[in-house]
């Protein structure tokens, strides 16, 4: 946890200059101006790659490891723009306005439509830290379950200009770019409620926003580790063929699934065992190590949090959801919506 707190206590301070920075700028109206990035952060700098995962479907690949190297310019999370016919819709906004102009003044190099939609894929803070970009140009921003509640009470402290969506989705959602359908469906496990991932028909590919961290330990302080595998089984189930492109991590497909579902079986079963062997959350933490099959993981920063969740879920055995957010506000403000 050690490492956690001293890279979140380091985002706080660049985002409190951020937010100095960003304050003393005038907020440009869409229809006046073309969105430009701030000239200081590019793609280059951010340590984002631009993808084209399926016609008219591009990734803004996310290639940090955690911490970041930057927590202002780097960018920590993967954004998804999906062009149709008639306009265009982006999933998540990195954690500030200038990253989130990034991505906007990035569509404008890849298509001549308009974006129409903003979606959050969930409430944590480097996933929509950058909505105010999005809400200065008129955008409607999407998110779903009590996101606006999180918002609004747990990035508030975080993220003082913390912008929460303005459209509440609940259920399974179509919407349509001109011809081309995204389907956006509820699932759960890894933010308390507000997990939402997007589904593209024509050219089968799913995001997943955090349900998924490819080749890279998962942030688990909010998830739900049983819940969490019994839906990475139906993700992976309903959409056995997509392509996958996940909230951190390199784009693939259900294998990555099964992988993570695979990892947090392993933690169950650690867990189980301290149980079994009666030790304190210290021993169990001391004791234990990662397995073999995540040693080149990215995130490895997390281990010792993911250790201390499923002492909490699995050993002792508080998984209900007023546990979990017991546990989850009893973190630090700085650790809680990363
Ligand atoms: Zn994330």
Request: negative net charge.
């Amino acid at each position: 946890m050690k490492q956690l707190r001293r890279w979140a206590l380091g985002l706080i301070i660049a985002l409190a200059a951020l937010v100095g920075v960003v304050g003393l700028q005038a907020p440009t109206p869409a229809q006046d101006a073309p969105v430009q990035a701030p000239p200081e952060v590019t793609l280059e700098i951010a340590g984002l790659t631009v993808e084209e995962v399926a016609e008219g479907v591009y990734t803004l690949v996310a290639s940090t490891d955690f911490p970041p190297a930057d927590f202002v310019t780097t960018a920590i999370c993967n954004v998804t723009i999906v062009v149709g016919s008639d306009g265009v819709l982006i999933l998540d906004t990195f954690q500030n306005a200038a990253l989130a102009n990034l991505a906007f003044a990035t569509v404008a190099t890849l298509t001549d439509q308009p974006i129409r939609y903003v979606v959050d894929t969930h409430y944590h803070f480097d996933h929509s830290g950058g909505n105010a970009a999005a809400e200065v140009l008129g955008l409607p921003i999407l998110g779903r379950g009590p996101i606006r509640e999180f918002m609004l009470t747990r990035n508030q402290e975080l993220d003082p200009t913390v912008t929460p969506p303005s459209v509440v989705v609940n259920g399974t959602w179509d919407v349509w770019l001109g011809d081309r359908q995204v389907q956006l469906v509820e699932f759960e496990g890894h933010s308390g409620g507000t997990d939402l991932v997007a589904y593209i028909p024509d050219v089968d590919v799913l995001v997943t926003g955090d349900m998924l961290f490819a080749e890279r330990l998962p942030y688990l302080a909010d998830g739900n580790i049983r819940v969490w595998q019994d839906n990475l089984a139906m993700l992976a189930e309903t959409y056995s063929t997509a392509t996958v492109i996940p909230g951190h991590g390199p784009v693939g497909d259900r294998t990555n699934l099964d992988n993570l579902k695979g990892y947090l079986s392993t933690l169950e079963t650690l867990a189980l065992q301290w149980q079994e062997q009666g030790l304190s959350l210290e021993q169990a933490l001391e004791q234990a190590s990662l397995p073999e099959p995540y040693a080149s993981y990215g995130f490895q920063g997390m281990f010792s949090g993911n250790v201390e969740v499923a002492y909490q879920q699995i050993t002792l055995g508080h998984d209900d959801a007023a546990s979990i957010r017991t546990y989850f506000q009893a973190q630090a403000p700085e650790l809680q919506a990363l």
